[in-house]
């Protein structure tokens, strides 16, 4: 019966109030009846009259409050029943955000460069040539002559073999490590990542606006306008860009166009915040697998006038 209530706060405070001062009024009101009764007034109504119960022989019934006890009771369970109404339909509505999704057109054409991944290290420079010296020509003077020694070889003669120490080889250098293996980063792929909350819609384009919509709502109602930025009239668009990862992670944020005033950091902060969210991107595909790609994010700041 009253599941279909709803109680605005200003209804709710209304009712209060209400009851409030019809609560002030009937004690006034029952206050002011009494005290206008006389003594010698009351003597005269009750003098032919018999009391019949205790309270009569105690009190005259004219002013015997007690006698409204079951209408004072009903009036507080009244009450108590429209407060516990009240609490439990008051209704309160989140602040309708106004998205627009002409909002993430670009005013002009930004400059879109991909994050570099790891390239191989160049290669080491050429060994520098050999320096030839020129000897001079010098006359060698030989102070002592030189002594022949017999070298002849007979029969008689014995020849050792000289003695071969045998080494061990020296063991193989290591292999050089691995060079570190990073993702290709794409700018178009054949599905391009989306915003959380919108993959129990029917086609692709309606996911797509679905999760553009659910995108710019949540950046508005988390976006805090910088307070010098207000002062100063600054107003425009910031320009972001960041990478879904595989897993919808959000990474590598930066700001690719600021309007200063603080508002390029207020737009980074939030869009790192959408790692917070509990729900992750879902990331995009290239032949049915995710992979990692470049987003580009233009947030609006406008005043209210």
């Given amino acids: 019966m009253f599941r279909d209530i709803e109680f605005s706060s200003t209804l709710v405070v209304a009712t209060v109030l209400f ?24 003597l005269d109504l009750n003098k032919d009259t018999k009391a019949t119960t205790i309270s009569e022989r105690t009190k005259f019934p ?21 407060f516990s109404l009240a609490a439990l339909s008051w209704t309160t509505y989140e602040k309708k955000i106004k998205v627009d ?5 670009l005013d002009d054409e930004v400059e879109v460069e991909i994050p570099r ?12 040539p050999p320096v030839i010296q020129e000897v001079p020509d010098t006359e060698i003077i030989e102070e002592d002559q030189p002594v022949f020694e017999n070298q002849e070889v007979t029969e008689e003669t014995k020849v050792e073999a000289p003695v071969v120490e045998k080494k061990a080889p020296p063991p193989p250098p290591p292999p050089p490590p691995p060079a570190p293996h990073e993702e290709e980063i794409f ?3 054949e599905q391009m990542p989306r915003f959380p909350g919108c993959e129990d819609k029917g086609t692709e384009k309606e996911k797509e606006d679905c999760a553009k919509t659910k995108m710019l709502e949540y950046i508005y109602k988390n976006l805090k306008y910088p307070a010098i930025a207000r002062e100063n009239g600054v107003e425009g668009q910031v320009v972001l860009q960041f990478v879904v ?48 790609v470049l987003y580009t994010l233009p947030v609006k700041f406008k005043l209210e006038g």
């Fill in 245 to 292: 990862d595989k897993d919808g992670s959000i990474t590598d944020t930066k700001i690719v166009r600021d309007i200063g005033a603080g508002c390029g950091s207020a737009a980074e902060s939030v869009v790192n915040g959408m790692n917070n969210m509990g729900q992750k991107w879902v990331p995009g595909k290239q032949r049915g697998r995710p992979v990692r």
């Fill in 117 to 128: 991944t790891a390239e191989p290290p160049p290669p080491p420079p050429p060994p520098p």
């Fill in 62 to 82: 004219q002013v015997d409050v007690f006698r409204n006890t079951r209408t004072f009771f009903n009036y507080g369970l009244l009450t108590a029943v429209a």
């Fill in 19 to 42: 009851f409030l001062l019809l609560t002030a009024g009937l004690i006034i009101f029952f206050r002011n009846k009494y005290r206008a009764y006389k003594y010698q007034q009351l």
């Fill in 101 to 105: 999704l002409a909002d993430l057109v």
């Fill in 187 to 189: 700018k178009v792929v």
